[in-house]
C-alpha cells in the first residue's frame, strides 16, 4: 500500500524550499523505502511512500544517516581550526556517540588521514588544490564521491564550481558545509536522542506548520526573502532566521545535482554545460534581469507532475542536459528554444528558472526569474531556427570591450523576442522575432559600410536581410 503524502513546505520555489524536496525524495529513498516516488503539485511536493506520516516523522527525526558532507578544500571547512567561539561542529561529530554519525565519522578520518599524509596544515594553495580534490574523489566512499561531483567540476586543465553551491561549498566566507554540520549538532543528532526542537522545526520545514524559535544563523543564497539585512522586516532591517532542517534537507538535496553529464560532453564543453539543466545567463526573460549585472550563470530546475522514484530522477539530472539543433544549450535563450523544441526529457510539465546574481554586497542569490511551462512543439520553432546563424554571429559580435550600444541593444532585443516566442508562442511574436533579425542585420551591415557581404573583421554576416 503506498501512502501519498503532501509535504506542503517543500515548494518549487526558493531555491531552498525546491532542493528540500529532493532531499526528501533521496533520503527516503536511499536509507527507509527503496520504492518511494515523488512528484509536484498546486499544494507542494508529493511523496508517495510505503510509510505513513508518523513513520516518516520517526525515521528522520531518529533513523536518518546524514550524508558525509564536508569541504576539507576550503579554510572554513573546520579542517584547520575556526574562527568561531563555538566548538568546531567537524569535531562534534567525530566524537559523536550516535550510530547515525558513523558515515560522517569514518569519511573525517579518512579526510583527515589524507591530510597527515599530504602534509596540509592550512587550506591547499590553488595549484595544489585539484590534484587534492582528485586524492579525494579516488580515495573517499561513493557518497562523499558524489557531494564532490556537485561542488566541483574537475577538469585536466582547471576545474571549476557550478553556481548553485558557490565556489567549492561556500560563498564567500559562508562555508556551506561547516553550516550543515552545524545544523545538524543544532537538531541534537549527534546525540542519543534529536533536540527537544527538533520535532517542531521538522514539522515547519515539512509541512509548513508553524513553530517559534528559528535561528539567527544565515542563509546563504538559496533563499533570499530570508537573507536579513534592510527591508527584511517591520523597520529598518532584520536578522536573517533560519530553520535547520530547512538547511540539511537542501544540501541533502543539492547531492542530487552531481554532475555526471560531465562525462557525456567532450572537452572543449563550456564549464556550466557539465551541470545538470545549467546555462550562461541571458539577461533577458524578466524585469528583474539588467545588463551589466555580474552573475554566474542560470539553472532551470525541472518539475513533473507524474511519479518518480530516485532512480529515474538521477537519471534526468545526470543526462540534464539541452539540446539545440546538435550543439548544447549554452545560454538561457538557447535552454528556452530547447524546452520549446521538446530538446529535453519528456515528462517534465515546466522548469524554474533562478538566475545567480550579486545582490548582497559580495554575496549572491539564487534569484527566481520566472517559471517555463513546457509546451507542445510549436510550429514556427523551424523559422526560429533560421535565424540561428544570424543570432550566433550577433553574439560573437558583442562579446570583447568597446562594443556599440546598438550592437547589445539589437541582441537584446532579438534574444528577448526569440525567448518570449518560445514562452508563450504565437504567430505575432513569430513575426516580431523576424523582424528583430531583420532589422538587426540591416542596422549592422549600415554601420560597416563599403563590404558587400556585411563582414567586419573576424565575422561574416550570411543572414537573410527579410
Known amino acids: ?221 538559496f533563499d533570499p526573502g530570508r537573507a536579513g539585512g534592510l527591508n527584511m522586516t517591520m523597520g529598518d532591517k532584520g536578522d536573517s532566521l533560519l530553520n535547520p532542517w530547512d538547511f540539511v534537507l537542501m544540501v541533502e538535496g543539492a547531492v542530487l545535482m552531481a554532475g555526471a553529464a560531465a562525462r557525456h560532453l567532450n572537452a572543449e564543453a563550456y564549464d556550466k554545460g557539465a551541470m545538470p539543466f545549467t546555462v550562461n545567463t541571458s539577461k533577458i526573460g524578466s524585469g528583474t534581469l539588467i545588463g551589466g549585472e555580474e552573475d554566474r550563470g542560470e539553472i532551470w530546475l525541472p518539475l513533473w507532475e507524474n511519479p518518480v522514484g530516485l532512480k529515474e530522477l538521477r537519471h534526468i539530472f545526470s543526462e540534464g542536459r539541452a539540446q539545440v539543433g546538435r550543439r548544447q544549450a549554452s545560454n538561457g535563450v538557447d535552454f528556452a528554444r530547447a524546452v520549446a523544441s521538446l530538446g529535453v526529457d519528456r515528462g517534465l510539465t515546466a522548469f524554474n528558472r533562478f538566475c545567480f546574481l550579486n545582490r548582497n554586497g559580495k554575496a549572491f542569490f539564487a534569484t527566481s526569474v520566472g517559471r517555463f511551462e513546457v509546451r507542445s512543439q510549436p510550429d514556427g520553432m523551424r523559422l ?28 537584446r532585443g532579438l534574444e528577448s523576442a526569440v525567448f518570449d516566442y518560445c514562452r508563450f508562442g504565437g504567430a505575432a511574436r513569430l513575426c516580431a522575432a523576424w523582424v528583430r533579425a531583420s532589422a538587426s542585420c540591416r542596422g549592422i551591415r549600415a554601420s560597416w559600410a563599403g563590404s558587400e557581404s556585411g563582414s567586419c573583421g573576424r565575422f561574416r554576416c550570411s543572414a537573410p536581410t527579410g
Open 384 to 411: 526560429i531556427d533560421e535565424i540561428d546563424g544570424w543570432l550566433e554571429f550577433l553574439r560573437r559580435a558583442c562579446r570583447g570591450d568597446n562594443i556599440p550600444a546598438r550592437f547589445s541593444a539589437a541582441l
Open 1 to 221: 500500500m503506498s501512502n501519498r503524502i503532501v509535504f506542503s513546505g517543500c515548494q518549487p520555489e526558493p531555491l531552498l524550499s525546491y532542493l528540500k524536496a529532493l532531499g526528501v525524495l533521496r533520503l527516503v529513498a536511499e536509507q527507509a523505502d527503496p520504492n518511494a516516488r515523488g512528484a509536484w503539485s498546486d499544494e507542494g511536493f508529493v511523496l508517495h511512500t510505503a510509510l505513513d506520516a508518523d513513520a516518516l516523522r520517526a525515521f528522520f527525526l531518529n533513523d536518518y544517516s546524514p550524508t558525509p558532507i564536508m569541504a576539507p578544500w576550503n579554510g572554513g571547512g573546520g579542517f584547520f581550526g575556526t574562527e568561531d567561539k563555538e566548538p568546531n561542529a567537524v569535531d562534534v561529530i567525530a566524537e559523536s556517540l550516535s550510530p547515525r554519525m558513523q558515515s560522517y565519522q569514518m569519511v573525517i578520518g579518512q579526510v583527515r588521514e589524507i591530510l597527515r599524509s599530504e602534509g596540509m596544515q592550512e587550506k591547499p594553495a590553488k595549484e595544489a588544490k585539484d590534484s587534492f580534490l582528485r586524492r579525494l574523489r579516488g580515495e573517499l566512499p561513493d557518497a562523499f564521491v558524489d557531494w564532490i561531483d556537485a561542488v566541483v567540476i574537475l577538469r585536466k586543465e582547471k576545474s571549476s564550481f557550478p553556481p548553485i553551491l558557490g565556489t567549492g561549498g561556500n560563498d564567500g566566507r559562508l562555508d556551506f558545509t561547516l553550516n550543515f554540520m552545524q545544523h545538524l549538532i543544532d537538531l541534537g543528532l549527534h546525540a542519543p536522542k534529536p533536540s527537544a526542537r527538533s520535532a517542531g522545526f521538522f514539522e515547519n520545514a515539512a509541512f509548513g506548520r508553524l513553530t517559534a524559535g528559528l535561528t539567527s544563523k544565515a542563509v546563504g543564497q
